[in-house]
C-alpha cells in the first residue's frame, strides 16, 4: 500500500465478538455485512486504498490489538463469522479507541495526515446509530467528503440503521449509496 493517499477505508469495530446484549440482529446480519465488507475492501486494496481498523479495546486497556483479534475469533463467541473475512493485512493500519468515536482519544488523525488523507473516507462496520454516526460527524466537521455504504454498516434494528443513514446524508452530506456503486477511481480523482 502506498505511505499516501487522498482516501481511506476506515473499519470500524469490524472485530468484535458481538458477545453483548441486543446483539441478535447484528450476529443475523454479521455473515452478510463481512461478505459486503470484504469485498469492498478488496476493491480498495486494488485501488492502493489504504484500510484502517479502528477498534474498541474492549475495556481492557492494554493496547493489545492481537490480544483483541484472538478473543473475538473464539470458536463459541457470534462474531466470528463477521471477524474471520475481515481480519486485517500486514500493511493495514490499526487503531484502538476508548469510546464511539474513532477519533476521541485516538492518533487517528495523525495518521491521517501522515498519509495525506484529506479529501475522502469511506466509512464501514457497527453500529451505524452509534460509532458509526459519531465518526462521522467527526469526519464531517473536519470537512473530509464521507461515504458510508448502507449495505457495509449495520445497526441492532432497521429503523436505527435507516435513522442514522438518513442523518448522515442530510446532515453530514454522506454518500450512501450501496458500496458497489462506489466509483473508487472517481473517488481517487476528484474526491467525490
Known amino acids: 500500500m502506498p505511505d499516501t493517499c487522498s482516501a481511506a477505508l476506515l473499519l470500524v469495530d469490524v472485530l468484535n465478538d458481538l458477545d ?31 484500510a484502517i ?43 484502538l479507541k476508548p469510546k464511539h468515536s474513532a477519533f476521541f482519544a485516538t492518533p487517528l488523525e495523525t495518521l491521517l495526515l501522515h498519509l495525506h488523507i484529506q479529501r475522502t473516507i469511506i466509512l464501514v462496520g457497527l453500529t451505524t446509530d452509534a460509532c458509526i454516526l459519531t ?13 458510508v455504504p448502507s449495505d457495509c454498516v449495520a445497526a441492532s434494528s432497521n429503523k ?20 458497489r456503486q462506489l466509483n473508487l477511481k472517481r473517488i481517487l480523482s476528484n474526491g467525490k
Not at 443475523?28 to 478488496?42: E, G, T
Not at 490480544?67 to 500493511?91: K, Q, T, W
Not at 442530510?170 to 458500496?179: I, M, N, P, Q
Open 53 to 95: 481498523y479502528v477498534n474498541d479495546n474492549r475495556n481492557r486497556w492494554r493496547s493489545d490489538f492481537c490480544a483483541v483479534v484472538n478473543h473475538c475469533l473464539g470458536a463459541d463467541l457470534p462474531g466470528r463469522s463477521l471477524v474471520e473475512p475481515l481480519i486485517p493485512a500486514a500493511d493495514d493500519y490499526i487503531v
Open 160 to 179: 436505527q440503521h435507516k435513522t442514522a443513514l438518513d442523518l448522515m446524508k442530510k446532515s453530514f452530506r454522506a454518500h450512501t449509496a450501496a458500496s
Open 20 to 50: 453483548f446484549p441486543g446483539a441478535k440482529p447484528l450476529i443475523q446480519a454479521a455473515p452478510r455485512l463481512a461478505r459486503n465488507i470484504a469485498a469492498l475492501k478488496r476493491r480498495c486494496r486494488d485501488a492502493k486504498i489504504p
Open 135 to 147: 465518526t462521522a460527524c467527526e469526519i464531517h466537521i473536519r470537512d473530509i467528503n464521507l461515504y
